[in-house]
């Protein structure tokens, strides 16, 4: 790596505040769900689909801290040029897996909103305006995760800056456009 310029701050490792907020909200997240659940399930008895897309999304936040937390440990939090290569393309596969998702996440968060307002008792064209929603939601995302996947052939190529010169990747414009 080559040296850092002056105006770059010294080598400080921000990693732990990272591994934190991901540990404290991942932990947020199980919990109000563990709660949700309970209250839903065994006392009111009323469990919906609108649970099961915040069990799938709660639980693949527990991946992404997964990720986040690994990424710590091969040196993320770290500026770039104080990482070895091989610290650099492991911290930022992982970034790279995280970054997908939350994508997901957030989908599957904002469409399980969607369906517990839908079984709120409302009208009609509230429900019809949801139900497109939900599908606008579920179409821009699989756009947005397929092109974020395909960006680059090989995929290493996303993480790897020693295969990216080898690799065939879309033009930033397009991955611009896109978000």
């Given at each position: 790596?080559?040296?850092?310029?002056n105006s770059l701050s010294p080598n400080i490792d921000r990693g732990q505040n990272l591994e934190i907020a991901s540990l404290i909200t991942a932990s947020l997240c199980v919990?109000?769900?563990?709660?949700?659940?309970?209250?839903?399930?065994?006392?009111?008895?009323?469990?919906?689909?609108?649970?099961?897309?915040?069990?799938?999304?709660?639980?693949?936040?527990?991946?992404?801290?997964?990720?986040?937390?690994?990424?710590?440990?091969?040196?993320?939090?770290?500026?770039?040029?104080?990482?070895?290569?091989?610290?650099?393309?492991?911290?930022?596969?992982?970034?790279?897996?995280?970054?997908?998702?939350?994508?997901?996440?957030?989908?599957?968060?904002?469409?399980?909103?969607?369906?517990?307002?839908?079984?709120?008792?409302?009208?009609?064209?509230?429900?019809?305006?949801?139900?497109?929603?939900?599908?606008?939601?579920?179409?821009?995302?699989?756009?947005?995760?397929?092109?974020?996947?395909?960006?680059?052939?090989?995929?290493?190529?996303?993480?790897?800056?020693?295969?990216?010169?080898?690799?065939?990747?879309?033009?930033?414009?397009?991955?611009?456009?896109?978000?």
């Open positions: 790596m080559e040296v850092p310029p919990a109000s769900l563990v709660f949700r659940l309970l209250g839903r399930g065994p006392i009111v008895r009323n469990l919906g689909i609108d649970d099961l897309f915040i069990l799938i999304a709660t639980m693949s936040t527990v991946v992404s801290t997964v990720f986040n937390v690994k990424q710590v440990a091969a040196g993320g939090g770290r500026h770039q040029y104080y990482l070895s290569v091989s610290q650099l393309i492991e911290s930022t596969k992982y970034s790279t897996f995280s970054e997908v998702l939350v994508l997901w996440i957030t989908a599957l968060t904002k469409i399980s909103i969607c369906i517990f307002v839908m079984r709120i008792p409302n009208s009609q064209r509230l429900k019809n305006f949801l139900l497109v929603v939900i599908a606008y939601l579920a179409v821009v995302n699989i756009v947005v995760i397929v092109v974020f996947l395909t960006q680059c052939r090989p995929i290493d190529a996303l993480w790897n800056p020693i295969v990216q010169t080898q690799a065939t990747c879309l033009p930033k414009n397009v991955e611009l456009g896109l978000s």
